[in-house]
């Protein structure tokens, strides 16, 4: 049996996305000795007929904590921000975990020996939303003169989640940790930790986001250990990359231009691409051209 394995979910409005990351993993030769895994949250069946032939496995995601039916009302694929913290319950028997979205496809096989090797030692293996080419991670309200008042999602979230002023001020200046993308080891605490945090946030707030604070609370109030990767392993400025005509790939816009890892299309600016797998985008390259590329994985 394989020791390490890559999940995702997807349901059948995201069944193109998810093929595209699957068949950019899979491109790579390491890919050989890494597990497949899908959580079907909707999938059709000839959907999961065709998936079947390059994964390994393939299993219905469930409500593995108890939500509110007017919370879900119908949108099968809010599962992902439950089930992910359950993902050794549902694949069990493998040494190191690693969850990817969706609408994310894989450039570079180097992050993921960086997620694997960052979780090792019992750590959550995870990068930012902070970066220096990203721009403002805080918002700030001008209420008088130099006084401000300071808004921060990671406050909002667990504000909005039911949690306390205390845990919410702990982890409100704190980096925002996308769990969009992270790895840990089967015998992590964090498990645990977090399926008792996301239990919580899911009884008093939205599904959607749910998983992202209660990850965040783990590592900053509950203090469990976590190697913080570059933004590279999991690039959300999708406007902000550069393209390398030389090596014919996607890489980080200031020096030393290191390559991105894995391209991820999460948030609403991202609409368009994840709408249209055929979209143009104008992107820059390195040495001041301005192309026009399609960013999706149709390799």
């Known amino acids: 049996m394989k ?39 909707g999938l ?9 032939t390059k994964v390994d496995e393939i299993k219905k995601a469930d ?11 119908g949108k099968e694929w809010l599962k992902s921000q439950v089930s992910r913290a359950f993902l050794k319950n549902y694949f069990p028997g493998y040494s190191k975990y690693m969850w990817i979205d969706a609408d994310a496809w894989v450039n570079s096989w180097e992050a993921i020996d960086l997620y694997f090797k960052g979780c090792e030692n019992n750590k959550l293996s995870i990068a930012t939303s902070a970066d220096r080419a990203y721009g403002r991670v805080l918002r700030a309200e001008w209420v008088f003169g130099s006084f401000a008042r300071i808004k921060s999602q990671n406050y909002k979230h667990a504000k909005s ?29 964090h498990w645990e930790v977090w399926q008792s945090n996301l239990k919580k946030a899911l009884s008093s707030g939205k599904i959607w986001g749910s998983e992202q604070i209660a990850m965040n609370i783990t ?17 959300t400025h999708i406007d902000g990359m550069k393209f390398n005509k030389d090596k014919d790939t996607f890489v980080e816009p200031y020096l030393p231009n290191h390559e991105i890892g894995i391209v991820h299309f999460a948030g609403k600016n991202n609409d368009q691409i994840r709408n249209d797998k055929n979209f143009i985008s104008k992107i820059k390259t390195l040495d001041g051209d301005v192309i026009e590329k399609k960013l999706r994985f149709l390799k």
């Open 63 to 73: 409500w593995d904590i108890e939500v509110p039916a007017f919370k879900v009302k």
């Open 161 to 189: 989640s039911g949690f306390s002023e205390k845990i919410a001020r702990e982890v409100a200046l704190k980096p925002h940790l996308n769990i969009g993308v992270f790895a840990l080891e089967a015998n992590a605490e």
């Open 219 to 235: 590592i900053y109030s509950n203090k469990l250990p976590v190697e913080i990767l570059p933004a590279y392993c999991n690039w």
């Open 3 to 41: 020791k390490n394995v890559i999940i995702s979910l997807a349901d059948a409005n995201y069944f193109e996305l998810l093929d595209e990351l699957v068949n950019s993993i899979k491109r790579f030769k390491e890919s050989e000795n890494t597990a497949i895994c899908i959580l079907d949250a």
């Open 44 to 52: 059709e069946e000839s959907q999961k007929t065709a998936l079947a």
